[in-house]
């Protein structure tokens, strides 16, 4: 049975990737040209064809996509695991808003694959915690998804 692919996100993916996520990001390495996998949680979706996400600027993440544009989100949401890839641009070298030195990611959906093996289903998603100050996390990653929005 093959898998479902969209060219546009889901509405159940559009709905969870409306606030902070754990997903993971794959990119071209800039200097082995081989893949690269970073976790991050600063996703949101624009809009049905568009993510933006949030990334330390000397983040290997950035150096990659200049090079190399592109890139694919792994996402477990909706009971599945799903690739979603596309072309990324550093829309903004330096997030406003935000007191961290954060680039702005914008990544321009080419495909949605449901990518869970066949018979199947996620039963538990992934959770995290910060291991910082609870209240200075809270405040930042509001002022993250916020600066995000108005970009």
Do not use: C
Request: avoid cysteine; charged fraction near 25%; charge should be negative.
């Amino acid at each position: 049975m093959a898998n479902q692919v969209e060219s546009s996100l889901i509405p159940a993916l559009f709905d969870v990737l409306q606030s902070e996520r754990f997903v993971t990001l794959a990119t071209v390495d800039f200097e082995t040209h081989g893949p690269n996998v970073s976790a991050i949680s600063w996703i949101l979706a624009m809009d049905e064809h568009t993510l933006l996400f949030a990334v330390d600027q000397r983040s290997r993440i950035v150096e990659n996509i200049k090079n190399n544009s592109l890139a694919v989100v792994n996402l477990i949401a909706n009971e599945s695991t799903y690739s979603i890839s596309g072309k990324a641009v550093v829309q903004e070298e330096k997030l406003e808003g935000v007191p961290l030195k954060l680039a702005l990611v914008k990544l321009a959906i080419n495909e949605v694959r449901d990518v869970m093996f066949y018979g199947s289903k996620i039963s538990s998603e992934p959770a995290y915690e910060k291991t910082y100050d609870k209240t200075a996390a809270d405040r930042l990653d509001r002022q993250v998804i916020e600066a995000m929005k108005k970009a």
